[in-house]
């Protein structure tokens, strides 16, 4: 019988460091998934939003929870009314997408665990999966920052009676900033934004 010379302490000592060193490297490397942090807004503040042609409040959700992209090329414009104008009933805000948005080529985006759960989101969806461009209309002033908040995939806006005479109400300067985001079947493509415009300053009288 051939007996066998047991192994070092040296060895014995690398053999069982092995193992843990292995583990300690894999959960070391391992990144934090993206998007594992709750939403930084939920239903809850979006109930005061009026919802125009197009529009859904699932794709507010995941306007409002992008992260926005600074590219002025992009972002939308307020063509109509003029900054700093005293606005009357009737009026109609004009406003249009960034100067290369017709020439900006739209590319696939890798999914990330954001996608997982927007798409989860959308099975409560109100509305059909959003697609092309969306608006966010914020008017806000220094005492309500909610004054009035519309979105829409409309490329103007004309409040309603009622709406206007929130604006009116306000009896102070009157800020809207505009947020553009491209959709395709419900999610931001890409490229897609969210863009925000340079605030419009405007009063309102009834």
Not at 14 to 27: E, F, H, I, R, Y
Not at 49 to 72: C, F, H, K, M, Q
Not at 138 to 156: G, H, I, M, N
């Amino acid at each position: 019988m051939q007996f066998r010379e047991p192994p070092s302490k040296g060895r014995r000592l690398l053999l069982v460091a092995a193992p843990a060193v292995l583990l300690g490297a894999c959960s070391s490397d391992t990144p934090e998934p993206a998007g594992s942090g709750a939403p930084l807004v939920d239903r809850a503040d979006i109930a005061d939003v009026i919802y125009r042609t197009g529009a859904t409040d699932e794709g507010l959700l995941t306007l409002l929870n992008a992260r926005p992209v600074s590219e002025p090329s992009a972002e939308p414009v307020v063509t109509a009314p003029a900054e700093a104008a005293n606005l009357t009933p009737l009026t109609s805000f004009e406003y249009r997408a960034g100067t290369t948005a017709l020439r900006r080529v739209r590319r696939a985006r890798a999914w990330s665990l954001d996608d997982f759960f927007a798409l989860e989101r959308t099975a409560f969806a109100h509305g059909a999966p959003m697609n092309g461009d969306a608006f966010l209309l914020a008017f806000s002033t220094s005492r309500a920052p909610k004054l009035l908040r519309v979105f829409t995939q409309d490329k103007s806006y004309a409040p309603t009676d009622d709406e206007w005479q929130r604006l009116a109400a306000a009896g102070e300067i009157i800020t809207l900033t505009l947020t553009r985001g491209v959709f395709e079947q419900g999610r931001l493509i890409a490229d897609g934004g969210p863009f925000v415009g340079k605030p419009l300053h405007f009063s309102a009288s009834a």
